[in-house]
Nanobody
Framework: VQLQASGGGLVQAGGSLRLSCAAS????????VGWFRQAPGKEREFVAS????????YYADSVKGRFTISRDNAKSTAYLQMNSLKPEDAAVYYC?????????????????WGHGTLVTVSS
């Protein structure tokens, strides 16, 4: 599965962006999708995940109530709606897909990764 993340850009604090993660084939619907981010000088961190039937979602505490993860399996695409953005949300955002493992918050759960998309938040 090849993943392509898009939708990043420059936004003012308090603004919104929607990231997309498009997959190359229909098997995408059987994968859990996760979003991670990496700010300069920091380790990559978990942001959100959604399972293959969109029944379970998980969020990092830092984004709960502001970010929403969703997916459209018919379009082989997942989304990350980001509202009330803060300067500390600025990072390169990556989407990933995985099927096995025990903890969706760990990078090791995911088999496939897309190239990142840059989110810049001005204060």
């Amino acid at each position: 599965v090849q993943l392509q993340a898009s939708g990043g850009g420059l936004v003012q604090a308090g603004g919104s962006l929607r990231l997309s993660c498009a997959a190359s084939d229909g098997t995408f619907s059987t994968y859990t999708v996760g979003w991670f981010r990496q700010a300069p000088g920091k380790e990559r961190e978990f942001v959100a995940s959604i399972n293959w039937i969109a029944g379970s979602t998980y969020y990092a505490d830092s984004v709960k109530g502001r970010f929403t993860i969703s997916r459209d399996n018919a379009k082989s695409t997942a989304y990350l709606q980001m509202n009330s953005l803060k300067p500390e949300d600025a990072a390169v955002y990556y989407c990933a897909a995985g099927q096995y493992g025990t903890n969706v918050k760990y990078e090791s759960f995911y088999e496939y990764w897309g190239h990142g998309t840059l989110v810049t938040v001005s204060s």
